[in-house]
């Protein structure tokens, strides 16, 4: 998030030094959204000095508050009792979400973020501005978790109604924590990540591959995250053993790109009823719906090489719209693997389709989704070993592309795999894979992903759960 850390986005940091513990924090006097260091009586450095970036959004937001006809909207929306079903509140978030939108159309000045992640009732989806609109009372305020700090209620009884399902532990996520539990993990990681910022890529992203190459192929099975790299992160940066915990933040950061190469392995593993696929000369991958991230990461899918000592070339081919346009991807591989004369090769699927027609290739970029690809590769279409697609969120998209996308992989057969953000993407995505007539594996889902980020980070507009990379397995199926 571009925002800055959560406890910025939520007003519990100030929201340009950042600082949340040992100063006093003061709601900003216009659209009381964020906060800032200083009482209200001192006008803080701070906000001045932040006014000309804040100004917009202050304006719209106080705008958005007077206007009555969105007050009387977003007051009529709300429960008359505390809700307990989780889609329900989903709903009615949405919904909320919705008259923000239709009230600040045209003011785009206001980054939707603020919008997305701005604190409400767990089981009302009450906001402060709601509450304000409501009571007309300024002084109106959520009360956060005092655990967690990142969970609010709208009134002690509420929290009491909220109270199972913030604390009970859940089965969504990994270890079965609890929501409470989550957001204290999170707070830390990103406390961890601000402190070892300068081992982050500009992205922000931790793109950390172990160095050695294993003598052979061993099965994923029952192994983890704290198994497979504990030592070798803390070798890499010099963790003592004697600290026994710092290093799996760190491992967190690592999984969320590491993600990648270790889902497509054990998708791999699971598609295949043999380990032939373990020594073939050239593996091939194709990513479907790939973004700019497959991009900027594309050092850590070198871990695919270092757990496959029998392969030569890996090829991932990176198919979607939002692939950058370029035609190659070169990066430098570790000194050992270029002593065996190994590579791996990033393409974009325009450069197959269009290898020979290039003029074709700098105008038209209709290629993007995967059954065009198929379809415009005509006989010269090989068949992957395996496709995969992280966080599709296939089942999310209303212009049925993935649909398509998803027919032609059930007709032609090809070995797919499809992750999801969360339990309830997954479980959608699942839905719609099964009905393009595909049979899922059993052990690819819907279920957690052994190898999904261990980094969670909050869901836009939700008042509960997290949006994790490759979190949950949605299907896999050939
Ligand atoms: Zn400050
Ligand atoms: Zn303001
Ligand atoms: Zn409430
Ligand atoms: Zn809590
Ligand atoms: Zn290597």
Known sequence: MELGPI???????????RKDEDVELSRCGGCRRISYCGTVTVIAECQSADWE????????????????????????????????DLREIRKLTDKQVDVYFTYLQGQTALENSWIHYEPRCLVCTRTEMVMRMETGAVTQRLIPCPRCMRSFCCSPAHWEAAHALHHSPSTDWRDG?????????????????A??????????????????????????????????????????????????????????????????????????????????????????????????????????????????????????????????????????????????????????????VFATTLLLWITDYSFSTYHDFVRKQGNQFKTPDLCVAFNSGAAQHVDYTWRTSIKVLAERKLPSLFTAYCREEAEQDAAMIRA??????????????????????????????????????AGGFK
Request: glycine share 6%.
């Open 7 to 17: 406890q910025v986005v939520i007003g519990l940091a100030c929201r340009k030094c």
């Open 195 to 352: 402190g070892t910022s300068t081992l982050f890529d500009r992205q922000g992203q931790l793109v950390w591959v172990p160095g050695r190459i294993k003598s052979r192929w061993v099965s994923l099975e029952g192994k983890t995250w704290e198994g497979e790299f504990d030592e070798e992160i803390r070798t890499s940066y010099g963790i003592p053993a004697t600290i026994p915990s710092s290093s799996t933040f760190l491992l967190s950061s690592a999984s969320d790109t590491l993600s990648m190469p270790m889902t497509i392995l054990y998708g791999l593993s699971k598609l295949n009823e043999d380990d032939s696929w373990t020594r073939k000369q050239t593996l091939t991958v194709h990513v479907l719906g790939a973004s700019d991230r497959e991009v900027s990461c594309r050092p850590v899918f070198e871990e695919i090489l270092h757990r496959l000592p029998g392969v030569d070339t890996l090829e991932i081919v990176l198919c979607g719209p939002e692939v950058p346009s370029r035609d190659s991807f070169d990066h430098e591989i570790c000194p050992e693997c270029i002593a065996r004369g190994r590579s791996c090769v990033l393409k974009c699927a325009a450069e197959l």
């Open 53 to 84: 970036r804040h100004k917009p959004m202050c304006k719209a937001l106080t705008a958005l508050e007077k206007n009555s006809a969105a007050a009387a909207r977003l007051v009529s929306l709300l429960p008359k009792q505390p809700l307990s």
């Open 436 to 473: 393009a007539g595909a049979a899922l594996h059993p052990a690819l889902g819907p279920c957690l992903n052994p190898w999904g980020s261990q980094k969670a980070l909050p869901t836009a507009h939700s008042v509960y759960g997290f949006h994790t990379d490759n979190a949950w397995l």
């Open 177 to 193: 924590f609890s929501h409470c539990q989550m957001n204290t993990f999170a707070r830390l990681q990103e406390w961890v990540d």
